[in-house]
């Protein structure tokens, strides 16, 4: 598997990370967590909620289901890019944030499917059947997710971004600063 190490301090990075992950198919992960993957060969389901989830995934249909969580940005206008973008940022989710007192920073590892494997693939199409069928409310980001149907091989993944973004602390007069103050002493 090859590995690639971007690190952006304070600046812009969208379109440059993006420029990665546009046309494929991708898992995104902290670093720690992909140093666990690399010793269990899998990317586990979280479906009995072992691992931390954030309240978006408490009624995912791929999580309820027992599968892996993946976005697929294969052949997609920009619009829906954005559209993605705006329900899950997965640029830099904020429940992986690391806070520190001057700045904050996200260590993600983005986990990109080699093509051989995107026969196994569930789409969205699939969840949107379902939950029509059903007519259960169940989360999905339409056009943009996917999932791996159980646990997921590691030799599924043909590389690996390894992604370090940090940021300053907004200003300590700003308003911005005292919800960074909270989160900070909220972690603590």
């Known amino acids: 598997m090859k590995i690639i190490h971007l690190e952006f301090k304070d600046q812009d990075y969208k379109d440059e990370l993006l420029s990665h992950l ?11 967590t992909f140093d666990d993957i690399k010793k269990t060969n899998f990317i586990f389901h979280n479906k009995d909620s072992k691992f931390s989830i954030n309240t978006g995934s408490l009624k995912s249909f791929g999580r309820k289901r027992g599968y892996v969580c993946l976005f697929d940005l294969r052949e997609k206008e920009e619009t829906v890019i954005q559209e993605a973008l705006d329900k899950y940022y997965f640029l830099g989710p904020n429940w992986f944030a690391e806070y520190h007192e001057d700045y904050y920073e996200f260590n993600l590892a983005y986990l990109i499917m080699n093509s051989r494997f995107y026969n196994k693939i569930v789409p969205t199409v699939e969840a949107k059947k379902i939950c029509r069928e059903s007519r259960n409310y169940e989360q999905y980001i339409p056009e943009a997710e996917c999932w791996y149907p159980d646990d997921m091989p590691i030799n599924s993944i ?11 602390a907004p200003p300590k007069e700003s308003p ?3 919800f960074h103050k909270l989160i900070l002493e909220d972690k603590r």
Not at 22 to 32: A, D, E, M, P
Not at 158 to 168: D, F
């Open 22 to 32: 546009r046309g494929q198919i991708f898992h995104i992960t902290t670093i720690k």
């Open 158 to 168: 043909n590389r690996t971004l390894l992604v370090k973004i940090w940021k300053s």
């Open 176 to 178: 911005a600063y005292a």
